[in-house]
């Protein structure tokens, strides 16, 4: 069956710095989206993208971050400058419309670690 | 606004046992609702989902949940629990009919512990 792929699993970052998530969404879908997960909390949104645009965003996701999807395959979360209080698991969900009804594929998460 | 609550943090059952996982949902029109089920160090996997075709839904791994409209919940039960469904399970509302948004919205979760 198709996977959402996520890349690194694991990132220990210095505080300050960027850092890129990366995502492979199953290959048919068009809908993206990042949550996040800090330890203890509830799963959040962060931002959701459909045709090369970004289509919501939550509060949290400020200036300081960023979606891309540089090619067909890829979608990609960025970091501009890192603060202690984005370490928190990152993942990487696609569906293949619009409908609400359908469910969203998660990948297994990118953990961030900021130092 | 769309909005789930789960009532337990933890649930812990003995192997073989009934599981009963609790969710409550606000939503001003029909809901889109989910369970997620997310094991350690892995991602979030799809259980079943509510769509409004059926109210009882059946989904993987002899999981069911009952929609019941009257009472705002979509509560997630299995017959027997075995010690692989110790995990974290989350009850989720899509947000919006449909588009290009259809964020999800979390409850807080519910650990699930079987004991041998």
């Known amino acids: 069956e198709p996977e959402v792929t996520q890349t690194p699993s694991h990132q220990v970052t210095q505080m300050g710095q960027e850092v890129i998530l990366r995502c492979v969404p199953i290959?048919?879908?068009?809908?993206f989206y990042w949550y996040r997960q800090i330890l203890g909390q509830k799963v959040e949104f962060l931002v959701s993208?459909?045709?090369?645009?970004?289509?919501?965003k939550s509060e949290i996701f400020d200036d300081q971050f960023s979606v891309e999807r540089p090619d067909g395959s890829n979608f990609t979360l960025k970091i501009r400058s890192t603060k202690l209080e984005d370490s928190a698991m990152y993942f990487c969900?696609?569906?293949?419309?619009?409908?609400?009804?359908?469910?969203?594929?998660f990948g297994d998460g990118t953990r961030l670690s900021i130092l | 606004a769309q909005s789930v609550t789960q009532l337990d943090s933890h649930v812990s059952v003995s192997e073989g046992t009934p599981v009963l996982l609790r969710c409550n949902y606000s939503?001003?029109?029909?809901?889109?609702l989910f369970w997620y089920v997310q094991h350690p160090n892995k991602g979030l996997q799809l259980l079943l989902k509510?769509?409004?075709?059926?109210?009882l839904v059946k989904g993987i791994n002899g999981f069911e949940a009952e929609f019941k409209k009257s009472e705002t919940s979509f509560h997630l039960t299995k017959p027997s629990a075995h010690m692989s469904d110790a995990a974290e399970y989350f009850c989720?509302?899509?947000?919006?009919?449909?588009?290009?948004?259809?964020?999800?919205?979390f409850g807080t979760g519910t650990l699930l512990a079987v004991q041998p």
């Open positions: 969900a696609s569906k293949v419309t619009g409908d609400s009804n359908q469910p969203q594929h």
């Open positions: 290959s048919n879908h068009l809908y």
């Open positions: 993208f459909y045709n090369n645009e970004i289509s919501e």
């Open positions: 939503s001003s029109y029909s809901p889109s």
């Open positions: 509510y769509t409004s075709a059926a109210t």
């Open positions: 989720v509302v899509s947000a919006g009919y449909g588009g290009a948004t259809n964020k999800l919205i």
